[in-house]
């Protein structure tokens, strides 16, 4: 608490003699829980240096509450600009400049990944006043501190310092202290300062306009000075009354190289997979199973890339792409633990947006200088549209006038493959880093072979079973297929559609053979006895457990035009009582968050999702696995398999559980039609695959037997031979 500290606050500190840093803040920062400042000029200095010695403060829950005026605007031009949006935006302007520049001193720098991490979590909220009058605005220059505890003392102070580098340190500085537990006089002028402070802060007083920036300056903070979580060592070193050291002799030029995260433990693979990839000459593929790590050994090669890079004091560009935004947000956190700085492109830009881009662009340009930009985007964001030339699209525009060192890191690389999206990737690339679990493109072998012309040929390959019993990368898991057999209605109609897609080939008329798929894929996602089989498997084993993920069909019936996700949401919550959510495409990025998290902690049963959780998004907590609906493209249950065998270090679990639904025309009375053979030979291939690294190996006997029940023939499926020795995996060396 404030008023536990031995020796007794001051009533007034002058510096010098007293060290303000040491003697103030540092104890100030350690006995509270908030801090208001209401202070001088925004910039990235500022920020730092209203905050020494933070992490013990943040670590008890700290939150942090900062009032500042634009840093480049004065009286006189803040009066010409007038009111509206010319005003805001340039005040957003001013604010990115004043975090894009960079700081050449490391502890100022290592603050301000504290203060972006404080930012991106809500814990520290900045905002920006302007006094207004009949002309227009002018500059705020209150300047008003409070510290409180959480037994609710608290202290203030008012005028100098202004906490500038100079204010803290080098300059003579003078300020009066009031303390709320002192005596009723100080606790008056305390009260009164605190009050100030809220009425501001609440825009409850006239002539007094405020601003909310988090959104404005977050993207920028992180790509210009990382960020960094609270550290408990960190907090020990001041506790201890190491000096806090401002001044930090540096060369001329700052270097920005990402560097080895100190708790980073690689894996023997992993290391071997980047110095293999270096020794190709930094061009290859990492082909390893979902949750083997794919990200981390990509980053741990990439930072080894950008460390030799640096020795020829060049700068090197690293161009990120993703297939979703979901893996944008991934890939940011992941990167920021490297010390990577990344900027994020991805969507219409905003002009704030774009200008903060082409300022690190510019930076990855420069003729010399130890530094590392990454820039990471979707593969929709870096690709043209049809009538968008390359001079037009600012992404391709940027990477046209980069000459220098570029890596290219594709994630999920088979998502790459179409034409539009291979003509996108840059062709000068020096460095090329591909990564999927599965670098096959489904019945796409051109693309295929321009993915790993372009990439390079997998330098690393880990199967499905290496991960689970090999490397214990993954837990093992039961597979559990649930067979549902069409009804009579839907089997004809399949024959119908069937012999349809057959004419149309025939006919050459791919146009009409395409829809006649789609319309026989639709039947199948949506046939009648899913929900007859959900709802006999959530009553006889599922309705009382927790960290499920169920799949289900895009779309809606063709026959009763109902959506299947609302019908699915609709039978679990009403006849079971169970706690589901959606999650799908248009969920936006904390809503995805806050149900993640809710599943975790069991406040939900549930997630339903369609295809939104096929491809990198990480929810290690779930358990159980219900698949409705299935695509024929192998790469679809690969990922969905993965995103349930991820180990959970929070809530570790000892294996998962998989129930896939197999769609099977009636059981035949004499030989089943070509048409329906191929339905079950796709669906039986599915879960013969699945099942085969499964820890139950009996659920590979069922599916061969239902293969031969079908007249299926081993000679068109192998798997139905397969023996325990038997491998299923395209990339098992």
Not at 638 to 651: A, Y
Request: aromatic share 8%.
């Amino acid at each position: 608490m404030l008023p536990s500290w031995d020796p007794n606050w001051k009533r007034r500190y002058n510096s010098p003699p007293d060290n303000l840093i040491n003697d103030f803040y540092i104890p100030s920062f350690a006995r509270s829980t908030t801090y208001d400042r209401a202070v001088g000029f925004f910039s990235a200095k500022l920020l730092a240096s209203i905050a020494p010695a933070i992490d013990r403060f943040v670590l008890n829950g700290g939150r942090m509450r900062l009032i500042t005026s634009p840093a480049h605007l004065n009286d006189e031009e803040l009066e010409a600009i007038g009111e509206g949006e010319e005003l805001r935006q340039r005040i957003r302007e001013d604010l990115i400049a004043a975090v894009a520049k960079p700081i050449p001193n490391p502890v100022l720098v290592d603050r301000l990944k504290l203060l972006t991490w404080m930012v991106a979590n809500d814990r520290l909220d900045v905002r920006i006043a302007l006094r207004e009058h009949p002309r227009g605005y002018g500059l705020f220059h209150e300047k008003i501190g409070v510290f409180a505890d959480h037994e609710g003392n608290w202290m203030t102070f008012t005028g100098s310092p202004n906490e500038t580098l100079g204010g803290a340190q080098l300059h003579s500085e003078s300020f009066p202290l009031h303390r709320s537990w002192a005596n009723e006089d100080q606790r008056a002028y305390a009260q009164e300062e605190r009050d100030r402070f809220e009425h501001v802060w609440q825009e409850q007083i006239d002539g007094i306009a405020l601003w909310r920036v988090n959104d404005w300056i977050e993207d920028p903070m992180r790509s210009t000075f990382g960020v960094r979580a609270p550290s408990a060592a960190q907090a020990r070193i001041h506790e201890q009354g190491e000096p806090d050291r401002l001044y930090v002799s540096l060369v001329d030029d700052a270097t920005f190289v990402p560097s080895l995260p100190e708790d980073l433990v690689l894996r023997d693979y992993q290391r071997t997979a980047v110095n293999d990839w270096l020794k190709a000459g930094g061009k290859g593929t990492f082909a390893m199973a979902t949750g083997t790590g794919k990200t981390l050994t990509a980053l741990a090669a990439t930072t080894q890339a950008s460390i030799y890079v640096a020795k020829s004091d060049r700068p090197l560009l690293i161009l990120v792409i993703v297939p979703s935004i979901d893996l944008v947000g991934q890939w940011l956190s992941d990167a920021e633990r490297f010390n990577f700085r990344p900027a994020v492109c991805h969507g219409d830009l905003r002009r704030g947006q774009e200008e903060h881009l082409k300022s690190v662009f510019s930076a990855a340009r420069s003729n010399h200088g130890r530094r590392t930009e990454m820039v990471i985007t979707t593969a929709d964001s870096l690709t043209p549209r049809t009538n968008e030339g390359g001079s037009d699209h600012f992404l391709q525009r940027q990477l046209g006038r980069h000459k220098g060192h570029l890596l290219v890191i594709g994630d999920e690389m088979h998502s790459l493959g179409t034409s539009s999206r291979l003509a996108a990737l840059p062709t000068h690339a020096t460095m090329r880093l591909g990564l999927s679990a599965t670098p096959k493109r489904h019945g796409d072998e051109t693309g295929t072979e321009a993915l790993l012309d372009y990439f390079g040929a997998p330098v690393l390959s880990i199967s499905i079973k290496e991960a689970i019993y090999r490397y214990y990368a993954l837990v093992p898991y039961d597979y559990y297929p649930q067979p549902v057999e069409l009804t009579d209605e839907e089997s004809v109609q399949y024959r119908l559609i069937s012999q349809r897609i057959a004419r149309a080939f025939a006919a050459e008329d791919d146009q009409a053979a395409e829809a006649h798929i789609r319309a026989r894929t639709r039947l199948i996602q949506h046939a009648a006895n899913k929900r007859v089989r959900l709802r006999q498997l959530m009553a006889q084993r599922l309705r009382n457990e927790s960290h499920q993920i169920i799949y289900v069909a895009e779309g809606r019936d063709p026959e009763s035009d109902f959506s299947q996700l609302e019908e699915t949401e609709r039978m679990l919550a009403s006849e079971f009582g169970m706690r589901v959510e959606r999650y799908y495409g248009e969920t936006d990025r904390r809503r995805r968050e806050l149900l993640q998290a809710r599943l975790a902690s069991g406040d939900i049963q549930a997630l339903l999702a369609m295809k939104c959780l096929d491809e990198g998004v990480d929810i290690p907590s779930a358990r159980i696995g219900v698949i409705t609906a299935s695509t024929q493209n192998p790469r679809q249950f690969v990922q969905r398999r993965g995103r349930l065998l991820r180990r959970d270090p929070d809530n570790p679990k000892s294996h998962a559980v998989i129930y896939d639904f197999i769609v099977m025309p009636p059981r035949p009375d004499g030989a089943a039609s070509e048409s329906e053979k191929r339905l079950i030979g796709v669906e039986l291939s599915r879960a013969a695959e699945l099942a085969d690294a499964a820890r139950n190996s009996e659920a590979l006997s069922s599916v061969i037997a239902w293969a031969y029940e079908y007249g299926l023939r081993p000679a068109e499926y192998t798997w139905m031979d397969l023996t325990a020795e038997g491998d299923m995996e395209e990339w098992a060396q």
